[in-house]
């Protein structure tokens, strides 16, 4: 299954394991790839033989992200983590991973511009937000879709 057929049949796609519909494409980082995940059940598997949708062409692919030094990044910043405020002599001695954070997550459509410094501690529970977010707004767009479908079969519901 491509991209372009996973988006046209969506709507009606539903999860192998659960059977909830709601299907949303979860864009990996490391490898740039593209595969269906569950909202309901979380599965990264929803679809019977598919885990990786193929991909199109250059335009189904994320821009790759630049190359940048987060060291940099934290010294142009006050070398202190801009979300807990560890400072950077006492991450290197605790030997705390050094991360940088767009400040527009590009999961939520930011670019490859700014960025802030993150220990790697202060990483890791962001990205447990991102992805609690992302539920949260893929659970907003199912119901979201269903009130329209039902909208469009009951006009005057509203009224």
Known sequence: ???????????????????????????????????????????????????????????????????????DVWEANGNHCAFCGKPRWLCERLKIGLTAQHVVPVAFGGDDGVQIPFCARCQEASVAALRETRNVLGEIDSLDSIIKRIESKHPGLRA
């Open 1 to 71: 299954m491509t991209v372009l057929e996973f988006e046209s049949q969506q709507a009606v796609l539903i999860c192998q394991h659960c059977g909830a519909g709601g299907l949303r494409l979860d864009r990996v980082v490391q490898n740039n790839g593209i595969r269906p995940v569950c909202l309901n059940c979380g599965s990264k598997t929803p679809l019977a033989g598919t885990q990786w949708l193929a991909q199109n062409g250059a335009t189904d692919r994320k821009a790759r992200r630049s190359t940048f030094d987060p060291k």
